[in-house]
DNA sequence: ATGGGCACCTGGCTGC
DNA sequence: TGCAGCCAGGTGCCCA
């Protein structure tokens, strides 16, 4: 599901209402998540102030006085913010509970998002430690990324879906990105010019930032903090709109799959 | 080190 | 109406 917009999305929705808040509870219904909650989360955090809520790749970082919760939405998870007394709907299997009378509710059909505890600086937790930079940083750019590909023979749609190369880039980014630098998907990443690296870094923020201010992409699960849809749908360009005519060239879309990942593109515009 | 494939899980849709 | 099969915003892990 979430990419890096919704992720942001709703982490920028959360975010002032919960700041300097105390948690006062952490309520699991459904433990058995893609890792199992920690059993001591609910103790350690209860009763904490609620510092700061980072975003960092796709994972979402509570920080406390003492100890980080990191949360990460998976495919079909969200957070809303809602009065705790509201009462719980199906799939809705944990609760951040704070004194306002709030709180973070964590929805996810799937269960293949997590909600870990670490009292170590949470960049250093195994997960993210070796992550690569954050798409929207200055280091990130055409120069870094031609580095990081390095000759690698994989396709580069996938490359960019690669942590270790970039984060944030999820499935539908991957392929915008790759439509509006003009790139066949299918390219080896070996194969790729300096001056296309460069439209690529570029592609890649400028997507990102326009999904984030139409407040993501909602295909099937995902709604912001407030219950809302994401607007970028009409905007994408690719996404699931194989035989669609390309809103530039009027050519039919493609699908294909590549890492059992379906990709669309524009067999004239991409080359 | 790299690349490919599988696994985790639920639900919605399609076609017989 | 029922059910099998396929597909879905992610990513860690195992294997060659």
């Known amino acids: 599901m979430p990419e890096l917009p919704e992720v942001e999305t709703t982490r920028r929705g959360i975010e002032p209402a919960i700041r300097g808040q105390v948690i006062r509870s952490i309520l699991v219904r459904e433990p058995r998540l893609r890792w199992r909650v920690p059993r001591e989360l609910p103790e350690e955090a209860a009763g904490q102030r609620l510092r700061d809520l980072r975003r960092r790749a796709k994972y979402l970082l509570f920080d406390l006085e003492r100890g980080t919760m990191i949360l990460h939405l998976g495919m079909s998870g969200s957070l809303r913010l809602m009065p705790c007394s509201t009462a719980p709907a199906l799939h809705d299997h944990v609760d951040i509970v704070l004194d306002s009378g709030l709180c973070v509710r964590f929805n996810d059909p799937r269960r293949f998002g997590s909600l870990l505890w670490t009292r170590e600086d949470p960049l250093q937790h195994p997960l993210l430690r070796s ?52 790139i066949n998907p299918r390219r080896s990443a070996k194969r790729i010019k300096r001056a296309e690296f460069d439209a690529l870094a570029k592609s890649i923020k400028v997507v990102l930032r326009a999904a984030i201010r139409a407040g993501g992409t909602t295909l099937r699960d995902y709604v912001n903090p407030q219950g809302s849809p994401g607007y970028f749908r009409q905007k994408l360009y690719v996404y699931e709109r194989t035989r669609e005519p390309c809103r530039v060239c009027r050519t039919p879309i493609k699908h294909l799959v590549q890492g059992q990942r379906s990709t669309y593109f524009c067999p004239k515009c991409q080359k």
């Open 131 to 182: 992550l690569a930079p954050e798409p929207l940083s200055a280091q990130f750019n055409g120069a870094y990324l031609a580095r990081a590909a390095g000759g690698r023979s994989v396709a580069i749609k996938q490359l960019i879906m690669n942590g270790q190369i970039v984060v944030g880039v999820g499935n539908i980014y991957a392929s915008e990105a790759l439509f509006r630098a003009g």
